[in-house]
């Protein structure tokens, strides 16, 4: 079993900047995808950023430009900079990760949510 164990989230004033963390831990062999997604009250989740296997980082088109993931792959963890937010960003965030287990199984984890608050 693949646990996700994310941190970094908070309030912040528009304009600033916060960074999630998440770190996989458990069985497994390989990682083929690791991102985010968010969910705000009343709204369907939508894609932040997320890798994929042997492929650059994909972004949601509302934080292009604004967002960063990047990946410390010996750590198995993935980070989301979030710079520039705004009201819009205030939303639960899931990390998700996808890939094989030490029995070749595919898994998909998620985490259990960190709350990002921007206010006006």
């Known amino acids: 079993q693949v646990q996700l164990v994310e941190s970094g989230g908070g309030l912040v004033q528009a304009g600033g900047s916060l960074r999630l963390s998440c770190a996989a831990s458990?069985?497994?062999?390989?990682?083929?995808?690791m991102g985010w997604d968010r969910q705000a009250p009343g709204k369907q989740r939508e894609l932040v950023a997320h890798?994929?296997?042997?492929?650059?980082?994909n972004y949601g088109d509302s934080v292009k430009g604004r967002f960063t993931i990047s990946r410390a792959d010996a750590k198995n963890t993935v980070y989301l900079q979030m710079n520039s937010l705004k009201p819009e960003d205030t939303a639960v965030y899931y990390c998700?990760?996808?890939?094989?287990?030490?029995?070749?199984?595919?898994?998909?984890?998620w985490g259990q949510g960190t709350q990002v608050t921007v206010s006006s």
């Open positions: 998700y990760a996808q890939g094989r287990n030490h029995y070749y199984t595919a898994f998909s984890s």
């Open positions: 458990g069985s497994m062999i390989s990682i083929d995808a």
């Open positions: 890798f994929t296997s042997g492929s650059s980082a």
